[in-house]
Nanobody
């Protein structure tokens, strides 16, 4: 069983940056594709970004494209989400997730989830 622990959330002003990290407990971390999702109060969980097991391919929601960057370091069992030019509408709980599957945009395709980290962007 893969355990995922997110960190790096917090309060930031609009236009600022944050870097989220997701550390995995499993040595087979490099076998998983990884995704970041977010959920704002009263809204459904939505896809933010994903990265294949090798890091060779990345995918982004249109709402974050050009502002967020997903990356991974398989030697450190960690995936990152660099968030720049943050907007108040980016405020949400951000969770990382791991999957062996191919449908990286779909939450229910992921097998393991972290507990989430709060990101709050003030205007």
């Amino acid at each position: 069983q893969v355990q995922l622990v997110e960190s790096g959330g917090g309060l930031v002003q609009a236009g600022g940056s944050l870097r989220l990290s997701c550390a995995a407990s499993e040595r087979t971390f490099s076998s998983y594709a990884m995704g970041w999702f977010r959920q704002a109060p009263g809204k459904e969980r939505e896809f933010v970004a994903a990265i294949t097991w090798s890091g060779g391919n990345t995918y982004y929601a249109d709402s974050v494209k050009g502002r967020f960057t997903i990356s991974r370091d398989n030697a450190k069992n960690t995936v990152y989400l660099q968030m720049n030019s943050l907007k108040p509408e980016d405020t949400a709980v951000y969770s990382c997730a791991a999957t062996f599957g191919l449908a990286l945009y779909t939450p229910h395709n992921y097998d393991y989830w972290g507990q989430g980290t709060q990101v709050t962007v003030s205007s």
